[in-house]
């Protein structure tokens, strides 16, 4: 440019560079500017110096045909926090343990105004990765990082596999680095140690169907296997929640007692004891009590049917009868109680007191007719029978009880079994209940 | 702010200066490196042209670091193992000077700090602790870098330069401390990390596409 003579117009300038391979002449594209040091050849697999004008080659490898073609093609551009970023490179890395080996694949971002961010997926468990400024700190088994904990997951060495694509350093198959990862779920702290330096960066637990969303993607995002390192449990998050709900309904339903046990009569209105001797015949010891009266709301009657049984039973029909209306209330009870001894020890079955609530009788003038059967060898047996008007029924308290308590547990246990599951691929397994693998 | 208006005396080419302070210029139309001497400007070299640049940070680029309006008015364009980084000199609105450095669009705000008993080059070693303005600093890398080139203004005379160390050094919550020993004496800057999308650019550099 000379002085004075602004340019006529600018020449449109293409969007990426166009180049082409020394090693077979395909076609090469620069997407990311100047910020790629290395781009790699799709025909023939050739790693080139990206900022060489010639694009030198610095080393080529072998691909089996058809494997690892990326999820995200590369060129694909997509919003990510409100960033639009373009796919620029691609690579596969794995890990060995115990012989067996780990692929997961990570994707170069690219903005020419953003630092680069990387995306990683592992059986269809994306993270979105961008490198840390500042170094976290490492004590024992876990680092901090911004204020936050993580525990430390995996110690591991990565290699690189495969690449494609441009990248914003010098990569190259084959090339090893140890890989620590720290986990707070939904995010993992990683440090990449190479020779010469070590490299921290911060991944947040990504769900394929955002990234199909992000960028744009026909179908639909594999399906995620297992449970990955810092997937956010679906259930923790909820298990506080459901403990302190637990606990709040717990106090109210407290106070709930306390409040029918003090509005509850729980007054005796009949007491009387009775003798059934030896021999006497069963059938015709139908016989009525005294009136007795119940009053206030309606409200409950409770029936307590006590007997010196023992090894033996007594059995009562009993109908609660009102006299002014006629209304009854048949129920028959059994009062049993056997015990003895086997080759487990001795032994007891039943109880020689027996109560039974009969709900929503009106005030008003009672008796009850009772009718005993017993066995027809028994022993003289004494029995007596108390009746008493609202009492407090407190099995509709452990009910509900229950039925608060059941799906806390439920959830802790999910949550349990979804972190022995995450925790179950690190380095530091749970210790296994009951079988040994 | 003054804007002193001179003319180039290699090409003739007018020569406006943004910032009353600067001591070095690039002519824009013929690549002289000029000084400011008492009476004129004086032309001390030439700039090979830059290498293609990634920065999306351009001479007059406009953006708000801590409340202040800030406009670039020069760069030094330093080069290294994995890659190329900008100092871009930056005045604030305030008169004060300061450098926004790029690197591959991590961005840092930095200023020059006039402590003395400054380690000399060979005594910095990796993982020792420095502590300026009560603030603890680690060194975490020594990076020898290559000069590669100057644009606009400068507030000081850098031009004739090679090879140069820098020492960085992380302290707590994104601040860092870098020892420059391009000079016969270190200099030190303390800084901060910065995001993008906080400092407001303006008058970016377009991308195609983008």
Redesign the interface.
Same mark, same amino acid.
């Given at each position: 440019?000379?002085?004075g003579t602004p340019p006529l117009s600018n020449p449109?300038?293409?969007?990426?560079k166009a180049l082409n391979c020394p090693h077979c002449g395909a076609a090469i594209t620069l997407r990311?500017?100047?910020?790629a *040091?290395t781009v790699v050849c799709e025909s023939c697999n050739s790693i080139l110096d990206a900022k060489d004008p010639n694009l030198q080659i610095l080393q080529t490898f072998q691909v089996i045909t058809g494997e690892d073609r990326p999820l995200i093609p590369l060129g694909t551009r997509g919003k990510l926090r409100g960033t639009?970023y373009e796919v620029i490179g691609f690579q596969r890395r794995s890990i060995t343990v115990e012989g067996i080996r780990y692929s997961w694949h990570e994707y170069v971002l690219f903005?020419?105004?953003?630092?680069?961010r990387y995306l990683t997926e592992y059986n269809g468990h994306w993270n979105d990765i961008s490198?840390c400024? *500042?170094?976290p700190i490492v004590q024992f088994a876990a680092a901090s990082y911004l204020g936050e904990v993580y525990k430390h997951f995996q110690s591991s060495d990565a290699t690189t596999n495969f690449v494609l694509g441009e990248f914003?350093?010098?990569v190259r198959v084959g090339e090893h680095a140890a890989v620590t990862e720290y986990v707070k779920p939904p995010r993992v702290l990683s440090a990449e140690k190479t020779d010469n330096?070590v490299t921290w960066s911060l991944g947040e637990y990504t769900y394929g169907s955002d990234i199909w969303k992000s960028f744009n993607l026909p179908g639909s995002a594999p399906e995620a296997v297992g449970v990955y390192e810092n997937q956010p449990s679906p259930v923790s998050e909820n298990v506080k929640g459901i403990w302190s709900t637990f606990l709040a309904f717990a106090i109210l339903l407290l106070v709930f007692m306390a409040a029918f046990d003090l509005i509850s009569n729980k007054g005796t209105v009949f007491e009387s004891s009775y003798r059934l001797n030896t021999g006497e015949p069963k059938g015709e010891a139908s016989f009525v009590t005294d009136v007795f009266n119940l009053e206030g709301r309606t409200s409950n009657v409770e029936v307590t049917t006590s007997a010196n049984v023992s090894n033996s039973w007594i059995y009562l029909n009993y109908a609660l009868i009102n006299q002014d209306s006629g209304q009854a209330w048949d129920f028959g009870r059994e009062v049993s109680y056997y015990y003895g001894s086997d080759s487990d020890g001795s032994w007891t079955e039943g109880s020689t007191k027996d109560s039974v609530v009969i709900p929503s009788v009106p005030a008003g003038h009672y008796y009850l007719r009772i009718e005993p059967e017993v066995d027809a060898a028994h022993a003289p047996i004494s029995y007596s029978v108390e009746v008493k008007r609202d009492v407090p029924v407190l099995g509709f308290f452990g009910i509900a009880f229950l039925a608060l308590l059941i799906p806390a547990i439920a959830i802790t246990w999910r949550s349990i079994s979804f972190e022995r599951a995450r925790w179950s691929e690190s380095d530091h397994p749970p210790i296994q209940i009951g079988n040994t693998e | 702010m003054t804007q002193p208006v001179s003319n180039c005396p290699n090409?003739?080419?007018?020569i406006v200066f943004q910032w009353s302070s600067s001591v070095q210029t690039v002519c824009q139309?013929c690549k002289s490196i000029l000084v400011r001497t008492d009476v004129d400007l004086k032309k001390v070299g030439q700039v090979a042209d830059l290498?293609?640049?990634?920065s999306?940070i351009q001479l007059n680029t406009e953006g708000i670091y801590r409340n202040k309006a800030f406009v670039v008015g020069g760069r030094i364009l330093y080069e290294y193992d %994995?890659?190329?980084w900008n100092e871009w000199h930056i005045t604030m609105n305030d008169g004060t000077s300061a450098w926004l450095s790029d690197a591959?669009? $991590?961005f840092a705000v930095s200023f020059a700090s006039n402590t003395s008993g400054l380690p000399a080059a060979g005594q910095v070693q990796v993982g020792q602790q420095y502590s300026w303005n009560n603030q603890n600093y680690t060194v975490?890398?020594i990076t020898p870098a290559h000069y590669r080139g100057v644009e606009g203004e400068l507030p000081f005379q850098y031009w004739d330069k090679t090879d140069v160390t820098f020492a960085d050094l992380?302290g707590?919550?994104?601040k860092f401390a870098t020892l420059d020993y391009s000079d016969e004496q270190p200099a030190l800057y303390l800084g901060e990390?910065v995001e993008?999308d906080d400092l407001k650019l303006k008058n %970016?550099r377009s991308? $195609?596409?983008?």
């Amino acid at each position: 440019m000379s002085a004075g003579t602004p340019p006529l117009s600018n020449p449109p300038k293409p969007q990426a560079k166009a180049l082409n391979c020394p090693h077979c002449g395909a076609a090469i594209t620069l997407r990311a500017l100047g910020h790629a *040091e290395t781009v790699v050849c799709e025909s023939c697999n050739s790693i080139l110096d990206a900022k060489d004008p010639n694009l030198q080659i610095l080393q080529t490898f072998q691909v089996i045909t058809g494997e690892d073609r990326p999820l995200i093609p590369l060129g694909t551009r997509g919003k990510l926090r409100g960033t639009d970023y373009e796919v620029i490179g691609f690579q596969r890395r794995s890990i060995t343990v115990e012989g067996i080996r780990y692929s997961w694949h990570e994707y170069v971002l690219f903005n020419p105004y953003k630092a680069i961010r990387y995306l990683t997926e592992y059986n269809g468990h994306w993270n979105d990765i961008s490198v840390c400024r *500042e170094l976290p700190i490492v004590q024992f088994a876990a680092a901090s990082y911004l204020g936050e904990v993580y525990k430390h997951f995996q110690s591991s060495d990565a290699t690189t596999n495969f690449v494609l694509g441009e990248f914003p350093w010098q990569v190259r198959v084959g090339e090893h680095a140890a890989v620590t990862e720290y986990v707070k779920p939904p995010r993992v702290l990683s440090a990449e140690k190479t020779d010469n330096e070590v490299t921290w960066s911060l991944g947040e637990y990504t769900y394929g169907s955002d990234i199909w969303k992000s960028f744009n993607l026909p179908g639909s995002a594999p399906e995620a296997v297992g449970v990955y390192e810092n997937q956010p449990s679906p259930v923790s998050e909820n298990v506080k929640g459901i403990w302190s709900t637990f606990l709040a309904f717990a106090i109210l339903l407290l106070v709930f007692m306390a409040a029918f046990d003090l509005i509850s009569n729980k007054g005796t209105v009949f007491e009387s004891s009775y003798r059934l001797n030896t021999g006497e015949p069963k059938g015709e010891a139908s016989f009525v009590t005294d009136v007795f009266n119940l009053e206030g709301r309606t409200s409950n009657v409770e029936v307590t049917t006590s007997a010196n049984v023992s090894n033996s039973w007594i059995y009562l029909n009993y109908a609660l009868i009102n006299q002014d209306s006629g209304q009854a209330w048949d129920f028959g009870r059994e009062v049993s109680y056997y015990y003895g001894s086997d080759s487990d020890g001795s032994w007891t079955e039943g109880s020689t007191k027996d109560s039974v609530v009969i709900p929503s009788v009106p005030a008003g003038h009672y008796y009850l007719r009772i009718e005993p059967e017993v066995d027809a060898a028994h022993a003289p047996i004494s029995y007596s029978v108390e009746v008493k008007r609202d009492v407090p029924v407190l099995g509709f308290f452990g009910i509900a009880f229950l039925a608060l308590l059941i799906p806390a547990i439920a959830i802790t246990w999910r949550s349990i079994s979804f972190e022995r599951a995450r925790w179950s691929e690190s380095d530091h397994p749970p210790i296994q209940i009951g079988n040994t693998e | 702010m003054t804007q002193p208006v001179s003319n180039c005396p290699n090409c003739g080419g007018k020569i406006v200066f943004q910032w009353s302070s600067s001591v070095q210029t690039v002519c824009q139309y013929c690549k002289s490196i000029l000084v400011r001497t008492d009476v004129d400007l004086k032309k001390v070299g030439q700039v090979a042209d830059l290498p293609p640049d990634s920065s999306p940070i351009q001479l007059n680029t406009e953006g708000i670091y801590r409340n202040k309006a800030f406009v670039v008015g020069g760069r030094i364009l330093y080069e290294y193992d %994995l890659g190329g980084w900008n100092e871009w000199h930056i005045t604030m609105n305030d008169g004060t000077s300061a450098w926004l450095s790029d690197a591959q669009n $991590e961005f840092a705000v930095s200023f020059a700090s006039n402590t003395s008993g400054l380690p000399a080059a060979g005594q910095v070693q990796v993982g020792q602790q420095y502590s300026w303005n009560n603030q603890n600093y680690t060194v975490s890398v020594i990076t020898p870098a290559h000069y590669r080139g100057v644009e606009g203004e400068l507030p000081f005379q850098y031009w004739d330069k090679t090879d140069v160390t820098f020492a960085d050094l992380r302290g707590q919550t994104g601040k860092f401390a870098t020892l420059d020993y391009s000079d016969e004496q270190p200099a030190l800057y303390l800084g901060e990390f910065v995001e993008f999308d906080d400092l407001k650019l303006k008058n %970016l550099r377009s991308f $195609e596409g983008w």
